[in-house]
């Protein structure tokens, strides 16, 4: 409908934050104060990113001119024009239906289903008292970061601005830095059995082909 309004939609700003966060936390189920705080990093990146969403365009208002001079016929101000991505690249149409949020949509769900079968090893190792070391820890060791990182970076490429631009090295800046403590605390715990573990998995990044150790190498024995 042409009549309704494109920003300002607070309540959708409040809905969509508070339905992606606890999405997002009954995937990660935070635990640990330092999981609280990686938490609620996230949520900030989700509240910067739906308030732009839909309640003030700040970045639009920012890059108006220069969009309303680059891109004469974009309606800077529409719903349409904060897909800034398919507007740059001069494509025409409905923007949902483009390359870069189709591509959005793959990011961001693949980091949930991510996070989801990362918590489901991680929970039954620490029940055991051993190194988790299968599904997805058996391909990178971070999977839980990972997958942040991976919706994080959905998000920009669905709906960029200037804000979540800055935010999102400083959360993967975090993140690694998260991951450092905990494998610090992992070889106190583990020993040679984390060692030999993280000698032969990628911390974030998964190699193209499996390691010649199994998973079976990093457990203690």
């Given at each position: 409908m042409t009549d309704t309004p494109a920003y300002g939609l607070w309540v959708l700003v409040a809905f969509n934050t508070v339905v992606f966060a606890l999405f997002a936390l009954s995937f990660a189920?935070?635990?640990?104060?330092r999981d609280w705080r990686a938490?609620?990093?996230?949520?900030?990146f989700l509240v910067a990113?739906?308030?732009?969403?839909?309640?003030?365009?700040?970045?639009l208002y920012l890059l108006s001119g220069?969009?309303?001079?680059?891109?004469?016929d974009l309606n800077v101000f529409s719903h349409d024009a904060g897909h800034l991505w398919w507007a740059m690249l001069g494509q025409r149409g409905d923007p949902h239906l483009g390359l870069p949020h189709?591509?959005?949509?793959?990011?961001?769900g693949g980091g949930f289903w991510l996070?989801?079968?990362?918590?489901?090893?991680?929970?039954?190792?620490?029940?055991?008292?051993r190194v988790a070391t299968s599904g997805p820890y058996a391909r990178v060791r971070h999977p839980q970061y990972a997958s942040f990182i991976l919706i994080l970076l959905g998000f920009?490429?669905?709906?960029?601005?200037?804000?979540?631009?800055?935010?999102?090295?400083?959360?993967?800046?975090?993140?690694l830095r998260l991951a450092r403590r905990e494998e610090a605390e992992a070889r106190q715990v583990f020993g040679e059995a984390?060692?030999?573990?993280?000698?032969?998995?990628?911390?974030?990044?998964?190699?193209?082909?499996?390691?010649?150790?199994?998973?079976?190498?990093?457990?203690p024995g």
């Open positions: 189920r935070p635990r640990s104060p938490f609620s990093a996230f949520t900030a990113l739906f308030t732009e969403m839909y309640g003030f365009p700040l970045t220069w969009l309303q001079r680059r891109y004469p189709l591509l959005s949509y793959l990011l961001i996070v989801a079968a990362a918590w489901d090893v991680l929970y039954r190792a620490q029940r055991e008292g920009l490429v669905q709906w960029p601005t200037l804000l979540t631009l800055l935010m999102f090295p400083v959360l993967v800046v975090m993140y984390y060692a030999r573990y993280a000698a032969t998995t990628p911390a974030f990044f998964p190699a193209l082909r499996r390691p010649g150790q199994t998973g079976r190498a990093g457990r």
